[in-house]
């Protein structure tokens, strides 16, 4: 009977060895949660206030959760976000941080004003080009900001608005200052810029 028992044991053992490594992968879980809105590319096509996340590093979309953990930043748009992201564990957050940042990068590609545009150009080489590189630079991932080129429209002035009425902090004294300089006309330039940029 003993013998019997050990042999169930280690036919069940690798079994259960693969169901935990299926458990402990970053598409489980928290990655579902995410896709509701992020979608499983990360492409966020289903709101236009919804960001797209797909190949955006992960030391970014780790720094980005974390503050709206730590109320840094308010789920302006989508309340039930900080309610999912609230209960989200460290190991929870680097998962779906890695799988997101492991995906194609995905463009927004919006139609744009070119005269806008060319200003926007001009704009971010000038006040946001030392902390915001393109999502195709070999140094993005060490950048201090998030790669904002080819990011979607309402999703740019969501959070430019959001900087602006406080319901986002600044990460560094710099970019308030920065931030502090532009005006609407600025902003609809930088988002013209940003939305319409492909590599």
Request: aromatic share 6%; net charge negative.
């Amino acid at each position: 009977m003993t013998t019997t028992k050990n042999m169930r044991m280690l036919v069940l053992l690798p079994v259960l060895l693969l169901l935990n490594a299926a458990l402990a992968a970053p598409t489980a879980p928290v990655a579902e949660i995410c896709s509701t809105c992020h979608g499983e590319d990360g492409a966020g096509l289903s709101e236009a206030a919804v960001p797209i996340i797909a190949g955006i590093p992960a030391t970014h979309l780790e720094e980005a959760i974390y503050s709206y953990q730590d109320g840094a930043r308010q789920c302006v748009a989508q309340p039930p976000m900080c309610v999912v992201i609230a209960e989200l564990s460290e190991a929870e957050v680097i998962d779906a941080a890695d799988y997101y940042a492991a995906l194609e990068r995905v463009w927004a590609r919006e139609p744009r004003d070119p005269a806008l545009a060319e200003e926007g150009s001009r704009i971010h080489a000038e006040l946001c080009a030392k902390c915001h590189l393109r999502p195709d630079d070999p140094d993005v991932e060490n950048a201090l900001g998030i790669p904002l080129h080819g990011q979607r429209a309402g999703y740019l002035r969501l959070a430019f608005n959001a900087y602006l009425s406080g319901d986002r902090e600044t990460l560094v004294p710099a970019m308030a200052q920065q931030i502090g300089k532009l005006d609407a006309a600025d902003i609809e330039a930088l988002v013209n810029y940003y939305a319409s940029f492909e590599p």
